[in-house]
Nanobody, 115 residues
Framework: QVQLVESGGGLVQAGGSLRLSCAAS????????MGWYRQAPGKQRELVAT???????NYADSVKGRFTISRDNAANSVYLQMNSLKPEDTAVYYC?????????WGKGTLVTVSS
């Protein structure tokens, strides 16, 4: 059974930082591209950042220079360091595991940034 469990969300003031974690089980973690997506109220889910099995990263323009995605294959975990948070970063953040033909999602963790 595949499980992606996010943690680290919460309430933070604008300009602050949070670190999200996602622990994966039931998959061969090192073979998957891992990603973080977010969904704000009334909006569609959008890409935040991805990291391939080889460590290549990709970021949404809105978070470049502020967020950093990383992975620890030994720990079956992916992380999202979020700095200089803005109220518009408020959303439910979802962990994603992907390889061709297969796509898994966590249940999400809420990040709220107050102004």
């Amino acid at each position: 059974q595949v499980q992606l469990v996010e943690s680290g969300g919460g309430l933070v003031q604008a300009g602050g930082s949070l670190r999200l974690s996602c622990a994966a089980s039931g998959i061969i973690f090192r073979l998957n591209t891992m990603g973080w997506y977010r969904q704000a109220p009334g909006k569609q889910r959008e890409l935040v950042a991805t990291i391939t099995s080889g460590g290549s990263t990709n970021y949404a323009d809105s978070v470049k220079g502020r967020f950093t995605i990383s992975r620890d294959n030994a720990a079956n975990s992916v992380y999202l360091q979020m700095n200089s948070l803005k109220p518009e970063d408020t959303a439910v953040y979802y962990c994603n595991a992907n390889k061709p033909g297969v796509n898994y999602w966590g249940k999400g963790t809420l990040v709220t940034v107050s102004s």
